[in-house]
C-alpha cells in the first residue's frame, strides 16, 4: 500500500491496474506530436491517413472497450492473488530477484503472444473474424498499438498479461512497474517512426521497423513474435530480414529481403 500522506491511500493493486493505462496515452501522444516531423516517418502521413481501413475515433472507442475488460480482469487477479501478494510487500526484493521476474514475465508472454498471434494468422476464420480488426491499421500509429477485437484483447494482451504476472512471481507493485514498460514498448513497436537515439531500437531486434514489416501484405506470414525478442521467429522460421531504407521525400521505409519479398 502506498501512502502518500495526504489523508487517503492508494493501493498498489489499483496502481498496478491503471498506471499502464495512463502511461500508454501519455506515451502515445507524445508520438502523435512526434508524427509530425515527416523525416521519423516509417510511412508518410498521407498514407497513414488514406491506407489505413478505420477512422482513429473508431480506434480510440476500441482501445478504450479493450483496457476496461483489462482492467476488470487485473482487479479480478489482484483480488484473488491477494494473500500471496501482501505477504510478498513484506520485504524487499532484491535487484536480481527482480531482474529473474522481468525476464521471465518477457518470456511468459512473448512465448503466449507468438503462438497466439500465428494461430490467428493460420485459421482463416479466426484471422476473419477477429485478428484481422488489428491489421485494418496497414499503417500503424501509436494509439492503435491495442486496437483488436475485444477477443482478441483477452486472449492475448490481458490472458498473457496474467499469465506472465502469476508465472513470474512478482508482487503487485512490481507489477506496476513491468506493464508500464510492456505498455511502452508495445506502443513503441507500433509508432511507425525511427527516431535517433531511441533505446529500443538499439535494445531490441523487436521494435518499430521489426514490426512494421508484419503489417504490410508480404509481411503477414513473418515476424509474429511480440513484444519484446524475435527468439521464436527464429526458432520456428518466421523471422523476416530487413533493411531500412530512405525515402526520397523524406523518413524511412522498412524493406524485407530480396528473397523474402519475392514470396
Not at 225 to 247: A, H, K
Request: glycine content about 8%; aromatic content about 16%; hydrophobic content about 45%.
Amino acid at each position: 500500500m502506498l501512502d502518500h500522506n495526504m489523508g487517503f491511500q492508494v493501493s498498489d493493486e489499483l496502481l498496478g491496474t491503471f498506471v499502464p493505462i495512463f502511461v500508454y496515452w501519455v506515451y502515445s501522444g507524445l508520438y502523435v506530436i512526434l508524427g509530425f516531423f515527416e523525416n521519423y516517418r516509417l510511412h508518410t502521413k498521407k498514407d497513414e491517413d488514406e491506407k489505413n481501413l478505420v477512422s482513429k475515433g473508431t480506434v480510440v472507442r476500441g482501445v478504450l472497450l479493450q483496457q476496461s475488460i483489462q482492467a476488470v480482469v487485473a482487479i479480478l487477479l489482484f483480488k484473488v492473488t491477494g494473500d500471496d501478494s501482501l505477504a510478498a510487500l513484506g520485504h524487499h526484493s532484491s535487484l536480481m530477484v527482480l531482474g529473474r521476474q522481468f525476464l521471465t514475465a518477457m518470456f511468459v508472454l512473448d512465448t503466449w503472444q507468438y503462438f497466439m498471434h500465428r494461430y490467428m494468422h493460420l485459421n482463416k476464420f479466426l484471422y476473419k473474424h477477429i485478428h484481422s480488426q488489428h491489421h485494418r491499421l496497414v499503417v500503424p500509429y501509436a494509439f492503435g498499438a491495442l486496437y483488436n477485437h475485444p477477443v482478441e484483447g483477452l486472449l492475448l494482451d490481458t490472458i498473457g498479461g496474467a499469465l506472465s504476472f502469476l508465472f513470474s512471481g512478482m508482487s503487485p507493485r512490481t507489477s506496476i512497474f513491468f506493464f508500464s514498460f510492456a505498455t511502452i514498448k508495445t506502443v513503441d513497436d507500433h509508432c511507425g517512426l525511427w527516431l535517433p537515439g531511441n533505446l529500443f531500437h538499439v535494445l531490441f531486434r523487436n521494435n518499430t521497423a521489426y514490426h512494421d514489416i508484419h503489417h504490410q501484405l508480404y509481411g503477414t506470414k513473418y515476424n509474429f513474435s511480440q513484444p519484446f525478442f524475435v527468439i521464436w521467429d527464429r526458432i520456428l522460421g518466421t523471422y523476416m530480414p530487413y533493411s531500412l531504407e530512405r525515402r526520397e521525400e523524406g523518413g524511412f521505409e522498412a524493406q524485407p529481403a530480396k528473397e523474402y519479398k519475392a514470396d
